[in-house]
């Protein structure tokens, strides 16, 4: 998405279109999301009141698989020199990502969030 990511663009472009009809599909699925200001709002977090959370703790290390797979990407980028090229690198770098990996890191996360509740939201081993 171009352009910064308000309260009102998360709710309307990403939440109500595709992450409420997703997790819609997914029974008993649990929804994570970060701290960032758009997903810590009332009203975002009223448009996914009818879903399990799983909570995300301040001073916890990154539980997000995805960050995880962004830093896989980030070491394979090329030198870019406009967001066209930063664009069409990312686009072929995700097309490519090893699915193993990304399923690996989903796998994990049981034993992530154990770690984390464990050392009472600090650092882990992850």
């Known amino acids: 998405m171009c352009g910064t990511i308000t309260v009102q663009r998360y709710v309307d ?15 008993g699925a ?8 758009p997903h810590t709002t009332r009203v975002a977090e009223d448009c996914l009141r009818h879903f399990q ?9 990154d539980l997000s698989p995805v960050e995880l797979v962004w830093d ?10 406009s967001v066209h090229d930063l664009e069409l690198a990312v686009q072929g770098l995700w097309a490519h ?29 992850y």
């Open 53 to 61: 959370m799983l909570p995300w703790p301040a001073r916890s290390p």
């Open 72 to 81: 896989q990407l980030k070491r394979q980028m090329p030198s870019c020199h």
């Open 13 to 27: 472009d990403i939440l109500r279109p595709h992450v409420g009809p997703f997790l819609n599909g997914l029974s």
């Open 97 to 125: 990502l090893p699915q193993d990996n990304i399923r690996c890191l989903i796998n994990s996360m049981p034993d992530r969030v154990a770690a984390c509740i464990a050392a009472g939201g600090g650092p882990t081993c």
């Open 30 to 37: 649990i929804f994570q999301q970060e701290n960032a200001r």
